[in-house]
């Protein structure tokens, strides 16, 4: 599905395990291999104290600077709440152009809206994320499918609803079978 490796870059502080997983499912799901980077810093600069969150484009620019090698798309993964201009928060944000993504875990945890941890349930949610926003660096738009991992997610039940897979439509829109 994707052409080249994908390279997963933890962006400050984000669990080994997780990262580890991730690129253990993203290699089942996409078909493809995933490489992991060394951590990258978090500036300070990237944070905005009035909102109380990270500027999300900021994330974008800063994998655009790494080095591509053979590498196809390149996922950032931050452990810390984003937000985009005009919008509260964000699970993720990507840019086609670059074939930069960005995936912001802390609102996919159970426990930031005061429910009980579920690890397996947050994971999936990083994986979806991820896929989607990996979706967007392929050139796919939001899908009206509510299954299809492409379908906008403004609410966590819509991540939970969705698959982590490209429906038919979208395979075929980026050339899978």
């Known amino acids: ?10 962006i400050g502080d984000v669990s080994q395990d997780l990262m580890l997983w991730l690129k253990s499912a993203l290699t ?10 060394d951590s990258i810093s978090l500036p300070s600069e990237w944070y905005n104290s009035a909102r109380g969150q990270y500027c999300g484009v900021d994330f974008l620019r800063a994998l655009e600077h790494i080095p591509r090698k053979d590498y196809g798309p390149i996922l950032g993964v931050a452990d810390v709440n984003c937000y985009a201009c005009g919008l509260n928060f964000v699970f993720g944000l990507a840019d086609p152009y670059t074939g930069v993504a960005l995936v912001a875990l802390p609102r996919l945890r159970q426990s930031f809206y005061g429910l009980a941890e579920d690890e397996e349930l947050f994971r999936q949610r990083a994986l979806k994320e991820a896929v989607h926003e990996l979706g967007h ?6 899908c009206t499918d509510t299954l299809c991992v492409m ?5 966590l039940n819509d991540t939970d609803r969705k698959s982590a897979n490209y429906c038919e439509l979208c395979k075929r829109k980026i050339g899978v079978k």
């Open 151 to 155: 379908h906008f997610s403004n609410m």
């Open 1 to 10: 599905m994707i052409k080249g490796s994908l390279l997963a870059v933890p």
């Open 28 to 37: 089942d799901t996409l078909n493809c291999d995933v490489s992991l980077r």
């Open 137 to 142: 660096t392929l050139g796919l738009g939001h």
